[in-house]
């Protein structure tokens, strides 16, 4: 493991990764086991990634963990990941403060239930000025959904005259998106074999390198997350611009 650090600390690591977690539900079917076993043991996964991410000086990392379509899921396994949340962020508070991690969230809390939002808005509240990486997650989430109310929103703007129409640019945009305080996405990560976006980030994703593997997300641990990193590190990223532009700007 330390021997992936020295190789990561040779490069820039990405400064903002995003992670669809999938795979739990077959992870415990191929162990004979419910889904939510998959989904529990999901939350070591969730820690270890943090964690890594923390090492090795990722400064934002943002977690895909209920999307809007989730709600369609029987209702007992939306129960449980609801009740999972709520433990880990209890469990984890402290973990947060000691290394300095700051807790966002975008999405629609006010559809989750009571008890997670509550606990949700004392986390994100206590860890507010925490300022080494910062950890979002994706809770109610859906980007169409997220586009949709970007454009009621700037709209109004332009109806109550606050805004003219020619001075929409990409900026604007993007303070309106939920994820207004974070850079755009660098790295995006799925697990399981799914070659999709899914309905995450699709604005913020527009310049990002995407890493798909085949290890389910409970099986993904921080050596994973270091080996993608390692990859990551072997692209070579234009913006839209030639190979030697870039080799001219490095230089
Ligand atoms: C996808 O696997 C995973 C999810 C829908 C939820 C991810 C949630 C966790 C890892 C646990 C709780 C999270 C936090 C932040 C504490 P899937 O169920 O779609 O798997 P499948 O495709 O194999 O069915």
Redesign the pocket.
């Known amino acids: 493991m330390e021997e992936l650090k020295t190789q990561i600390a040779k490069n820039p690591v990405p400064n903002h990764i995003a992670v ?10 191929l162990k004979g086991r419910p ?1 939510v076993f ?3 043991n ?2 070591t ?2 820690k270890q990634v943090i964690e890594g991410c923390a090492e090795v000086g990722v400064n934002y990392l943002t ?5 809007t379509e ?1 709600w369609n ?1 029987p209702k007992f ?1 939306v129960k449980t ?1 609801m009740a ?2 709520v433990s ?2 209890k469990k984890e508070l402290k973990t947060l403060q000691k290394n300095n991690i700051k807790l966002t969230t975008i999405g629609n809390i006010q559809n989750l239930p009571k008890k997670a939002q509550i606990e949700l808005s004392d986390v994100v509240k206590k860890t507010e000025n925490n300022n080494t990486l910062t950890l979002t ?1 994706a809770l109610s989430y859906g980007s169409r959904e997220e586009i949709v109310n970007v454009i009621k929103n700037i709209s109004k703007k332009v109806v109550n005259n606050q805004l003219n129409v020619e001075e929409i640019n990409e900026k604007i945009i993007n303070n309106h998106l939920y994820t207004f305080s974070l850079p755009d996405v660098d790295f995006m990560i799925r697990t ?1 074999g ?1 070659k999709r976006i899914s309905n995450f980030l699709l604005w913020q994703l527009a310049y990002a390198e995407l890493y798909f593997t085949d290890t ?3 099986d993904f641990k921080k050596k994973n997350l270091f080996n993608a990193i390692l990859d990551y590190q072997t692209r070579e990223r234009r913006f839209g611009k030639t190979s030697e532009q870039i080799e001219n700007i490095n230089e």
Do not use: C, Q, T
């Open positions: 669809i977690m999938d795979g739990n539900g077959r992870w415990a079917k889904r998959g989904h529990k999901g939350v996964s969730v977690l895909y963990a209920f999307s989730n899921r396994e990941l999972l949340l880990s962020l997650l399981s799914e389910l997300w409970p």
